[in-house]
């Protein structure tokens, strides 16, 4: 009945049976709402809110109930839920909350765009960081920001390149217009078209309705494709159709658009390889490349370190409310956090002093509230075996149940991508991941999926 309501009211909308499900869904793909209800199997609405928000902190979350109370309506809001809507309920109800969610959204991204766009220097600004390197980065972009042309940002996970692509955005003519960001590698291959070109009404089974795709919705603005080496190669198609004509063809049309719409583009990868093994248009390449600007590793950039890591102190003392506030970061936490290789970039760094300011009592960081895998990176690792899959033998600091798992992960991780020849999907199936988790992982650990496929099966 829900999804009769809302899908004649305009919206597009994806039904499952129970809360199981629900997670399954939010990770294959992009939802701005989930309406739910609060008894339902295998997992329950409330523990289904938690999970959701602790994942997607911005998910607009609706709860229904027959069996609602005051206390449970003060949970489900307390959880992070939009609203409670106590059934049985009148059809123009759902439809009054949706649209409320949509107003708001619409004020809060707007009010972030105003943020963001309050002083000329802001989107420079936020790319924290006086070193050369950045120095040069922060000039390139200055000029390139101006002009419509075509973008691609390189650089290691962590790094920053979504940032860099908001700048460019925020300081171009476009920066009152929408900004939207795609990760490539998160959508399914199948969806993918639909997602950024938009369906016609009939286009496969279940489009029952048009769909507007994220080109129209960034017409005028700016669309961030990140991970644009994961990109299939029939969207890889039509993107290059873009790029050449200005106009798109939503999945199942055959009539074409015109959309206004600057590509701006992200990758960790080698598209040259790419290019290579046959699974990236070198024409596309061409066409994206024609400013390649290049995000240095936190390695790179070592003078920056210490100026981040006390930008993030004073970040989280205010997040945290810290009582009394952490004043400084003790002398051998500095030497620890200048001398770690930070394979994880500015992210791990956040991360790092974001544990450290909850773990610490008194109001100085020290080398005991910083992660273990920090002070521990100068103990010796241990000899891999031939599979090199082998658990680190115990050590001088080598004690760490954590620091062991992680290693291990990452074994396995780099194993099974040899033993697929760098396919993910594969590999996502022989260590029992999702697609999706196993690409977060593949960033958060700084591997090189091709580089390790071309290693060949263990």
């Not at 990758?267 to 093994?277: A, C, F, G, N, W």
């Not at 210490?306 to 936490?333: G, K």
């Not at 394979?343 to 956040?350: A, C, S, T, W, Y």
């Amino acid at each position: 009945m829900l999804t009769l309501i809302l899908t004649e009211h305009g919206y597009d909308v994806r039904a499952v049976s129970d809360g199981a499900e629900a997670l399954k869904e939010l990770q294959s793909r992009h939802y701005d709402v989930v309406v739910s209800d609060v008894r339902m199997p295998k997992v329950d609405g409330l523990a289904l809110l938690k999970q959701a928000m602790g994942l997607w902190p911005e998910l607009t979350f609706v709860v229904m109930s027959a069996y609602g109370s005051k206390d449970q309506a003060l949970e489900a809001v307390s959880a992070g839920a939009y609203d409670f809507i106590q059934k049985p309920f009148k059809p123009e109800e759902v439809v009054f909350v949706l649209k409320k969610a949509e107003e708001r959204l619409r004020l809060v991204k707007e009010n972030r765009r105003l943020r963001g766009a309050s002083t000329d220097n802001a989107p420079l600004d936020r790319m924290i960081g006086a070193s050369e390197v950045m120095g040069t980065l922060k000039k390139q972009l200055s000029r390139v920001a101006p002009v419509s042309t075509t973008v691609l940002i390189s650089g290691e996970s962590g790094t920053g390149k979504e940032l860099v692509a908001l700048a460019i955005h925020e300081l171009s003519p476009r920066s009152a217009m929408p900004f939207i960001t795609v990760n490539c590698g998160a959508i399914p291959a199948g969806l993918i078209e639909s997602e950024l070109f938009g369906h016609a009404r009939g286009a496969f089974t279940d489009a029952k309705h048009a769909k507007r795709g994220l080109f129209s919705e960034a017409d005028g603005g700016t669309l961030f494709l990140d991970e644009i080496g994961e990109l299939p190669m029939p969207a890889q198609v039509k993107l290059l159709r873009f790029l050449q004509e200005g106009e798109i063809r939503p999945v199942g049309d055959n009539r074409s658009e015109k959309v206004d719409v600057r590509i701006v583009t992200a990758t960790l990868r080698d598209l040259s390889r790419l290019i290579e093994k046959g699974e990236f248009r070198e024409d596309l390449y061409f066409r994206l490349h024609v400013v390649n600007l290049k995000v240095p590793a936190l390695r790179e950039r070592r003078d920056d370190i210490m100026v981040l890591a006390r930008t993030f102190l004073a970040r989280f003392n205010n997040a945290f409310n810290r009582d009394p506030q952490i004043t400084e970061i003790s002398f051998e936490a500095e030497a620890l956090l200048q001398a770690y290789a930070w394979p994880g970039n500015v992210r791990e760094l956040e991360n790092a002093i974001e544990r450290a300011v909850l773990m610490t009592d008194s109001t100085a960081i020290t080398p005991e509230s910083l992660p273990e895998k920090i002070w521990a990176a100068r103990a010796e690792p241990a000899p891999p075996t031939a599979a090199g899959l082998a658990l680190p033998t115990p050590g001088p600091l080598q004690f760490s149940l954590k620091r062991a798992i992680h290693d291990v992960e990452e074994r396995f991780i780099r194993a099974a991508l040899r033993q697929t020849r760098g396919n993910r999907t594969r590999a996502a199936e022989l260590l029992e991941l999702s697609h999706r988790a196993l690409l977060y992982k593949i960033k958060d650990y700084g591997i090189d999926p091709d580089a390790e496929g071309e290693k060949g099966p263990l």
